[in-house]
């Protein structure tokens, strides 16, 4: 037993001496994605083109809307007529048939209108959801970069959280020493428009983040 004791003691010293050593052999960075995601100039950018293009959507919208609420008048005041009594038989059944045409119209808007809204609403999703794709992959492909030139064997998303009941930060600690997030957000708006920066624009608001940044 005695032998046995000290035979699972060193083992468990080896291996403590093997994993300090695999731990000084690799270098480990930190770089807040959701950060960076979030001051890239070009999110901005596709923010507020998503934006306009939103609003010129909800534009369109409202004239159809507005057209619908005329068909509509035009329809009540027609059903209206078709059951005035003050009016021959022959003057009701002529608005009767004006106001049944009319009602089929208004259902037609309608109909239209739903199905303009699920296309725009599909549309807008696919292009922010490209464009959050476009720009991810840019972001890290310059992570990627950066970690090879200095060395780093892993960088860790510190803006990433598990998939635990809490949602518990992927990275529980870090001392920041080897965080690159800054630096690597200052590279990406290098080549930043004048004025683009500026998230207070009224023109601009959050990009969708994808799946794997928390809100």
């Not at 979030?38 to 507005?66: G, N």
């Not at 840019?138 to 030139?149: D, L, M, N, Q």
Request: one cysteine or more; charged letters at 30%; a neutral charge.
């Amino acid at each position: 037993m005695k032998k046995l004791i000290q035979f699972c003691l060193l083992s468990a010293s080896l291996a403590g001496f093997a994993m300090a050593g695999a731990a000084a052999e690799q270098r480990i960075a930190t770089f807040n994605l959701r950060k960076a995601f979030d001051s890239y100039y070009k999110t901005i950018q596709s923010t507020a083109a998503i934006k306009q293009e939103a609003t010129e959507v909800e534009k369109e919208r409202s004239q159809m809307i507005e057209n619908a609420r005329k068909h509509e008048e035009d329809w009540r005041k027609l059903f209206d007529k078709a059951n005035d009594q003050a009016l021959s038989g022959e003057e009701r059944d002529k608005n009767k048939r004006a106001a049944a045409e009319k009602y089929a119209e208004l259902e037609s808007d309608k109909k239209y209108i739903d199905q303009f809204d699920q296309t725009a609403a599909a549309r807008l999703r696919e292009k922010e959801r490209l464009q959050v794709e476009k720009i991810v992959k840019e972001i890290t492909g310059v992570v990627e970069a950066h970690a090879r030139a200095a060395g780093y064997s892993m960088v860790l998303d510190a803006s990433g959280v598990s998939v635990n009941l809490v949602q518990t930060p992927v990275v529980l600690y870090t001392d920041g020493k080897e965080d690159m997030t800054d630096s690597i957000i200052k590279e990406l708006n290098a080549a930043a428009p004048p004025g683009s920066l500026d998230t207070n624009a009224p023109s601009s608001t959050n990009l969708s983040r994808p799946n794997n940044l928390p809100k």
